[in-house]
């Protein structure tokens, strides 16, 4: 009888380790689960931000495009000049005018 006793507390004994290490188990799982849940809601905020971003022109897109229309304009001013240099001074004058108004930088905006 003692042996049968002893060895059911061996095996209570089993039974209460193999108990504890599936509760360290299931909380290791379950700090994974939250690290990941965690990160997951980073990649829908990073995403959802990129969508918002790709709507409009990145700051080097704009910069591009404000490089281009100087270079436009400084282009459509010098041609006009040297246009202008081989004309009457009265017709060149009120091209000077009419140039004035109607030439404006290229713009990237739609």
Not at 40 to 51: F, G, N, S, T, W
Not at 62 to 87: A, G, I, M, S
Not at 95 to 105: F, W
């Amino acid at each position: 009888m003692q042996d049968e006793i002893s060895q059911l507390r061996e095996e209570i004994d089993l039974d209460h380790q193999e108990i504890a290490s599936l509760h360290a188990k299931l909380a290791s799982l379950e700090k994974d689960r939250d690290v990941l849940s965690d990160n997951q809601l980073i990649q829908l905020r990073l995403i959802h931000e990129l969508k918002d971003k790709s709507n409009g022109p990145t700051d080097t897109e704009k910069e591009r495009c404000q490089r281009r229309d100087k270079t436009v304009q400084l282009w459509r001013n010098k041609t006009v000049q040297f246009y202008l240099r081989l004309l009457p001074s009265h017709i060149s004058t009120h091209l000077i005018l009419k140039s004035s108004e109607e030439l404006s930088p290229a713009s990237c905006d739609p």
